[in-house]
């Protein structure tokens, strides 16, 4: 076990319960289109416990990780030992997770001759359905989206706004140990306090951007929102959306139920903070996430330097494919740039190593269009475009098959 996880669940989600978005404009979205071209078993079950989240691939995640184990456990091929692993296998694949144990980060680190760097996550708390005030939430999706209504809002009016953000700055927080003291956050899973401290608008412009909600009561946008996603099929938890936090579990209570609606929230998991370790892929690792001394000897997953769950499971998906072809004396293949994993796979064995850090989907990635056009959804739209079509060709040269 780790101070992540709470289960013995395989694919445990210990952060948040969605997979980002499934619209094709959307890096992630386009992400999941192209893993579903290579088989994506992840994502099978994924849609099997999919609960409402707008354009957001939520999941039930005990729903999500019985989906997943019940296939392991049913493959004739696989066998299922739970037990820590301290030593490097080859052949085979690496993909700790967040939180790689000390032995076996001691023996990458040996094998590698490098040290793993580290970042801190953090994880947003959870509260009960029942203990909600929902005469003052409003139920809407920015602009619309999903369902049109599938997040509970908490409107906040200048004042309350700047009463929050101020007792953000003031919470008492967990203080990491002094070995990592020196160790930035990932920017793309900031704790709500640390984005308060760097300024009063910056949540504003952030996780409690009103842009897109309209408040039902007002008939406009409130002055800033705290949404709440649906974190199970049955819609008794609610997740806090973008509210990484390390405060304590008192100053969670007591700020969190200034937010208009919540004074009487029932906490059924407070936000927490861990470490999280990964490989400096570019200087560590081959092109296919192996060692460079030994191609059978691969890596995946967030240990390899991407963030998210989408990200992790689309490395998983070519590592596996690469084993299996190193092991049929075939050369491992790689997606071409063109393509969101493909472009994930370049930034990982090109970026340079002194500037490395963990890396979401995104468009920026990508290799540019020769005439891209100058309306940016019209870019994003022909690149993925592009992209779906270049990963159809990928996946008919590897074989792969669309499951049903």
Excluded at 195 to 219: N, S
Excluded at 238 to 263: D, S, Y
């Amino acid at each position: 076990m780790t101070p992540a996880h709470q289960t013995q669940n395989l694919a445990e989600l210990v952060c948040s319960n969605t997979f980002k978005s499934v619209e094709p404009a959307h890096a992630h979205g386009l992400l999941k289109a192209e893993m579903r071209l290579l088989g994506s078993i992840v994502l099978q079950a994924a849609d099997e416990a999919r609960i409402p989240g707008g354009s957001a691939l939520a999941v039930d995640r005990v729903a999500f990780a019985a989906g997943v184990e019940a296939r392991i456990r049913s493959h004739p091929n696989i066998t299922l030992v739970r037990e820590e692993v301290s030593e490097l296998p080859s052949p085979g694949i690496v993909a700790t997770g967040p939180l790689t144990s000390d032995a076996l980060a001691g023996a990458i680190a040996r094998r590698l001759g490098v040290q793993s760097l580290a970042f801190f996550d953090a994880i947003a708390p959870i509260v009960s359905a029942d203990s909600l005030d929902y005469s003052r939430l409003f139920k809407a999706s920015r602009y619309g989206k999903g369902g049109g209504d599938d997040y509970w809002n908490a409107p906040f009016t200048p004042s309350e706004y700047e009463a929050f953000v101020a007792a953000l700055i003031a919470g008492e927080q967990y203080v990491p140990g002094h070995e990592f003291d020196k160790v930035p956050y990932f920017e793309g899973c900031l704790p709500v306090e640390e984005m308060a401290q760097r300024g009063v608008e910056t949540l504003r412009f952030g996780p409690m951007k009103p842009i897109g909600l309209v408040d039902p009561k007002t008939g406009r946008e409130p002055y800033a929102v705290m949404q709440l996603r649906q974190e199970d099929r049955a819609a008794q938890m609610w997740n806090f959306v973008g509210f990484q936090t390390r405060l304590k579990t008192g100053a969670q209570q007591r700020i969190f139920r200034t937010i208009p609606g919540l004074e009487q929230a029932e906490f059924l998991r407070f936000g927490s903070i861990h470490r999280n370790s990964y490989l400096n892929a570019p200087q560590a690792l081959t092109p296919h996430l192996s060692a460079k001394d030994d191609p059978q000897l691969l890596f995946a997953g967030q240990l390899t330097g991407v963030e998210g769950y989408t990200e992790s499971a689309a490395t998983g998906i070519m590592a596996g494919i690469n084993l299996a072809r190193l092991l049929a004396g075939e050369v491992p293949l790689l997606p071409p740039a063109t393509t969101m994993l493909g472009a994930l796979y370049r930034y990982l064995r090109e970026t340079e190593p002194a500037r490395f850090q963990p890396m979401n989907a995104n468009y920026g990635l990508m290799e540019p269009l020769p005439n891209p056009p100058r309306d940016k959804f019209k870019k994003k739209e022909a690149l993925g475009q592009r992209a779906m079509q270049e990963m159809g060709v990928f996946a008919q040269q590897l074989g792969a098959v669309i499951p049903a």
